[in-house]
């Protein structure tokens, strides 16, 4: 089955930056849309960052300009450049595929922004 794993998060000030990992296993990653999503307590993950089979991405309003998502289809690999980072960023980051609630979730990487 389907495995993702989240890691490169941590605690860093206003304005700096973070690059963000996820690796997958158990799928063929090369079709499939990926998604970046970030949870904070008492809310669902909501979907930050996507990027298609063929590396098209898109990007929520709140961090577009900021965040850059891409992905190595040979690793199986997708990452997040995460730039400017605000006070609001703050969250448990997810990888996904997109369209498949089927998938398990992995372990999140937490980022911390503190002012």
């Known amino acids: 089955q389907v495995q993702f794993v989240e890691s490169g998060g941590g605690l860093v000030q206003p304005g700096g930056s973070l690059r963000l990992s996820c690796s997958a296993s158990g799928t063929i990653f090369s079709t499939f849309a990926m998604g970046w999503y970030r949870q904070v307590p008492g809310s669902q993950p909501k979907m930050v960052a996507g990027?298609?089979?063929?590396?098209?991405?898109n990007y929520a309003e709140s961090v577009e300009g900021r965040f850059t998502i891409s992905r190595d289809n040979a690793k199986k690999m997708m990452y997040l450049q995460m730039n400017s980072l605000k006070v609001e960023d703050t969250a448990v980051y997810y990888c996904?595929?997109?369209?498949?609630?089927?998938?398990?979730w992995g372990p999140g990487t937490q980022v911390t922004v503190s002012s």
């Open positions: 990027i298609t089979s063929g590396g098209t991405a």
């Open positions: 996904h595929r997109v369209g498949v609630p089927s998938d398990a």
